[in-house]
């Protein structure tokens, strides 16, 4: 064990951690003992104001690194959880911050597969570094009737058709690498799991659907029923841009991937944590317009097709608000606006 000259005291919500000096700000960085990355806060608020939403009876954090999403869990939303962790480091510091916290957080040094035949969970969180395929049917299988799943990948560089080859190989799709990636990535994911879950009888629901940074956060709801497997596998499909976004795309196959609702309504009475800062808050309204429209007009990518001079972000809106189309930022594009009539109408409106 490093001696205690070699760890910081961080605070996140309202739990405080000891983790090493060398924990990682931005990116995905390294995954080692006692792995802390502060870039996740964003992924950790958004799991915890959902879970003080749904309130689940008791709560996995299968890949617990310093422990600090399921103590966030247990203290915010008040939720029995347990943390697993395999690394025998991990799982010393694990121990050393629940009792920093004064908490009662149930801690394993054991596998996630293992800790799954112990308990049945109403909530189980799949952070695992790298692609959550390797666990997510495990995940199903085990979690109650009607609970809830959290995955985390990291790994986009397959999600969103940047190797293209990863790609079809790990999701049996093709994804085109532009400014429309991560809704197709996050949308791949989605489909993905959703045939999984079918597979097993089990209707896969989309919660909440967050992209930032080095990955994604999709939170299901898992549904014993084969009724509703069938309807969400009707929600699969491939996109094209020519037909889908505006003439002035190219023809193109994407997929096969979700074309469904990326949200619930849960996300509209979000009981969202105290404190909540302006990354949240930002994050939050972008989310809530997910589904406004199946992706997004991007003015930015749009003119630069017709060669015009790309418009500003806030009188496009204004424009569009001001022939009654509802419209708002999206969460997969800093020139992304998510709008209520065919994206190609909106489009040819601003210019």
Request: glycine letters at 8%.
């Amino acid at each position: 064990m490093e001696r205690k000259n070699q760890f910081k005291t961080l605070s996140e919500g309202s739990v405080r951690i000891m983790a090493p000096d060398n924990f990682f700000i931005k990116g995905p960085g390294t995954k080692t003992p006692g792995f802390y990355n502060l870039d996740q806060k964003l992924n950790r608020d958004i799991t915890v104001s959902f879970l003080r939403t749904v309130k689940p009876r008791i709560a996995l954090d299968a890949f617990g690194g310093t422990g600090i999403r399921g103590l966030r869990i247990n203290r915010e939303a008040g939720v029995k959880t347990v943390i697993s962790e395999i690394n025998k480091k991990s799982f010393e510091y694990i121990k050393i911050n629940r009792d920093l916290n004064g908490s009662d957080v149930e801690v394993y040094n054991r596998t996630f597969q293992a800790v799954l035949n112990d308990f049945l969970f109403d909530y189980i969180d799949i952070d695992p570094y790298g692609s959550v395929l390797p666990y997510i049917d495990d995940a199903m299988l085990n979690i109650r009737n009607k609970g809830y799943i959290g995955i985390t990948p990291t790994d986009l560089t397959a999600l969103t058709g940047s190797m293209g080859r990863k790609t079809f190989r790990r999701y049996g799709a093709s994804i085109i690498n532009d400014t429309y990636r991560h809704e197709s990535g996050i949308r791949l994911l989605i489909g993905e799991i959703v045939k999984r879950a079918a597979a097993m009888d089990r209707a896969a629901i989309p919660m909440i659907s967050l992209w930032h940074s080095h990955y994604y956060r999709v939170i299901f709801q898992i549904i014993s029923s084969s009724s509703m497997a069938d309807r969400q596998l009707e929600k699969i499909g491939t996109f094209n841009r020519h037909t889908g976004l505006a003439p002035e795309y190219p023809e193109s196959s994407e997929g096969p991937m979700w074309l469904g609702n990326l949200n619930s309504d849960v996300v509209k009475g979000l009981n969202i944590i105290e404190n909540p800062d302006k990354l949240f808050l930002k994050s939050l309204d972008a989310v809530k317009n997910n589904d406004i429209s199946l992706y997004f007009a991007d003015i930015a990518d749009f003119a630069r097709i017709i060669h015009h001079d790309s418009m500003g972000m806030e009188s496009s809106m204004e424009k569009l608000a001001g022939d009654g189309i509802q419209c708002g930022r999206s969460q997969f594009s800093d020139t992304g606006i998510k709008v209520s009539v065919p994206v190609k109408d909106a489009l040819h409106l601003i210019y």
